[in-house]
Protein backbone atom coordinates (compact mmCIF):
# COMPACT_ATOMS: atom_id res chain seq x y z
CA UNK A 1 0.00 0.00 0.00
CA UNK A 2 1.12 3.37 -0.83
CA UNK A 3 2.10 6.13 1.66
CA UNK A 4 -0.15 9.40 1.21
CA UNK A 5 2.27 12.51 1.25
CA UNK A 6 1.51 14.66 4.10
CA UNK A 7 0.09 18.54 3.01
CA UNK A 8 1.49 21.09 5.06
CA UNK A 9 -0.10 24.69 5.88
CA UNK A 10 2.00 27.22 4.88
CA UNK A 11 1.20 28.83 7.84
CA UNK A 12 2.50 25.80 9.67
CA UNK A 13 5.58 25.86 7.91
CA UNK A 14 6.45 29.55 8.52
CA UNK A 15 6.13 28.19 12.41
CA UNK A 16 8.34 25.15 12.38
CA UNK A 17 10.84 27.60 9.98
CA UNK A 18 10.79 30.54 12.84
CA UNK A 19 11.39 28.12 15.64
CA UNK A 20 14.46 26.71 13.31
CA UNK A 21 15.90 30.22 12.87
CA UNK A 22 15.28 31.41 16.25
CA UNK A 23 17.59 28.54 17.11
CA UNK A 24 16.26 28.00 20.63
CA UNK A 25 16.11 24.12 20.10
CA UNK A 26 18.07 21.96 17.99
CA UNK A 27 16.57 20.68 14.59
CA UNK A 28 16.83 17.27 16.12
CA UNK A 29 14.62 18.53 18.65
CA UNK A 30 12.33 20.72 16.88
CA UNK A 31 11.32 17.26 14.47
CA UNK A 32 10.53 15.49 17.66
CA UNK A 33 8.07 17.92 18.57
CA UNK A 34 6.44 18.68 15.17
CA UNK A 35 7.16 14.96 14.02
CA UNK A 36 9.05 15.81 10.92
CA UNK A 37 12.23 15.20 9.46
CA UNK A 38 15.28 17.16 10.11
CA UNK A 39 16.13 17.55 6.31
CA UNK A 40 12.46 18.87 6.04
CA UNK A 41 12.93 21.78 8.85
CA UNK A 42 16.19 22.71 7.36
CA UNK A 43 14.66 22.83 3.67
CA UNK A 44 12.01 25.17 5.13
CA UNK A 45 14.13 26.85 7.08
CA UNK A 46 16.52 27.88 4.38
CA UNK A 47 13.15 28.64 2.01
CA UNK A 48 12.13 31.50 4.85
CA UNK A 49 15.40 32.72 5.04
CA UNK A 50 15.83 32.99 1.17
CA UNK A 51 12.00 34.44 1.07
CA UNK A 52 12.45 36.62 3.75
CA UNK A 53 13.05 39.89 2.20
CA UNK A 54 9.72 39.67 0.32
CA UNK A 55 7.97 40.44 3.79
CA UNK A 56 9.55 44.02 3.41
CA UNK A 57 8.60 44.68 -0.53
CA UNK A 58 7.65 47.99 -1.45
CA UNK A 59 3.68 48.10 -1.85
CA UNK A 60 3.93 50.18 -4.68
CA UNK A 61 5.91 47.27 -6.25
CA UNK A 62 3.40 45.07 -5.24
CA UNK A 63 0.36 47.33 -6.61
CA UNK A 64 2.27 47.84 -10.48
CA UNK A 65 2.30 43.90 -10.73
CA UNK A 66 -1.26 43.97 -10.06
CA UNK A 67 -2.15 46.61 -12.39
CA UNK A 68 0.19 45.11 -15.34
CA UNK A 69 -1.48 41.77 -14.90
CA UNK A 70 -4.99 43.59 -14.89
CA UNK A 71 -4.50 45.29 -17.86
CA UNK A 72 -3.05 42.00 -19.25
CA UNK A 73 -5.88 40.35 -18.38
CA UNK A 74 -8.12 42.65 -20.07
CA UNK A 75 -5.80 42.56 -23.45
CA UNK A 76 -6.46 38.44 -23.23
CA UNK A 77 -10.13 39.07 -22.92
CA UNK A 78 -10.13 41.58 -26.28
CA UNK A 79 -7.95 39.11 -27.86
CA UNK A 80 -10.58 36.44 -27.15
CA UNK A 81 -13.61 38.41 -28.19
CA UNK A 82 -11.85 38.97 -31.73
CA UNK A 83 -10.82 35.61 -31.97
CA UNK A 84 -13.88 34.18 -31.92
CA UNK A 85 -15.64 36.71 -33.96
CA UNK A 86 -13.05 36.26 -36.47
CA UNK A 87 -13.95 32.32 -36.07
CA UNK A 88 -17.84 32.85 -36.49
CA UNK A 89 -17.30 35.07 -39.95
CA UNK A 90 -14.92 32.41 -41.10
CA UNK A 91 -17.41 29.72 -40.58
CA UNK A 92 -19.89 32.10 -42.45
CA UNK A 93 -17.53 32.45 -45.53
CA UNK A 94 -17.55 28.53 -45.56
CA UNK A 95 -13.78 28.77 -45.22
Known amino acids: MKKER ?3 SSEFKAKVAL ?3 KGFKTTSDLAKEFCLSPA ?3 RW ?3 FISNASKVFEDSKEKQSHEAESDQLYQQIGRLKVDNDFLKKSLNRLGL
Do not use: G, P, S
Open 45 to 47: KQE
Open 6 to 8: LNF
Open 40 to 42: VIN
Open 19 to 21: AAV
